[in-house]
T-cell receptor
């Protein structure tokens, strides 16, 4: 069985640009969440989607947005990138309590 | 305000001995707790979880203990193996939040051969 897959794995962007990160959940999982992990910290919750509806939003600015598609895959969009947005972006899918993570997208903003 | 705290940044143990990783939380609404292991350049891997209605859950070499009155949980790994060397994250959630997890900062475990 395929796990959670994320693309791309690495990305370099310039300040002010926008970026779209993609996630495909485990088959049968309807909930997708996004997390940001900066060096030395644990993952921080950004968004949760369930059945295409936003179910939760973390403490992130409006430059961050996301959506979930009918096949339960998801996109995370970040506009007007700042240097501080450089991080590992993790997608997780879940059926009940346990969240299963993808390998992440390493975003570097220069 | 850190709601999930892993106060020790690192732990080093000898192969074959027990590793005990600690985690404290402040939010009494948390009712589900999880441990994840993370290698460099990989996403976190789910290890073991425990519901607040239990005080112990065991899976092979991994056991999680929950002390609700102290708002404390611990992960025991016995016997420790060099392949266990990784960063371990404690995470918590509450009813209705499903997969919204609040993580600690992580602890780096090194198992010496």
């Amino acid at each position: 069985d395929a796990g959670v897959t994320q693309s791309p794995t690495h990305l370099i962007k310039t300040r002010g640009q926008h970026v779209t990160l993609r996630c495909s959940p485990i088959s049968g999982h309807k909930s997708v969440s996004w997390y940001q992990q900066v060096l030395g910290q644990g993952p921080q919750f950004i968004f949760q989607y369930y059945e295409k509806e936003e179910r939760g939003r973390g403490n992130f600015p409006d430059r961050f947005s996301a959506r979930q598609f009918p096949n339960y895959s998801s996109e995370l969009n970040v506009n007007a990138l700042l240097l501080g947005d450089s991080a590992l972006y993790l997608c997780a899918s879940s059926l009940r309590g346990e969240a299963f993570f993808g390998q992440g997208t390493r975003l570097t903003v220069v | 305000d850190q709601q999930v705290k892993q106060n020790s940044p690192s732990l080093s143990v000898q192969e074959g001995r027990i590793s005990i990783l600690n985690c404290d939380y402040t939010n009494s609404m948390f009712d589900y707790f999880l441990w994840y292991k993370k290698y460099p350049a990989e996403g976190p891997t789910f290890l073991i979880s425990i519901s607040s209605i239990k005080d112990k859950n065991e899976d092979g070499r991994f056991t999680v203990f929950l002390n609700k009155s102290a708002k404390h949980l611990s992960l025991h790994i016995v016997p420790s193996q060099p392949g266990d060397s990784a960063v371990y994250f404690c995470a918590a959630s509450w009813a209705g939040a499903n997969s919204k997890l609040t993580f600690g900062k992580g602890i780096t475990l090194s198992v010496r051969p």
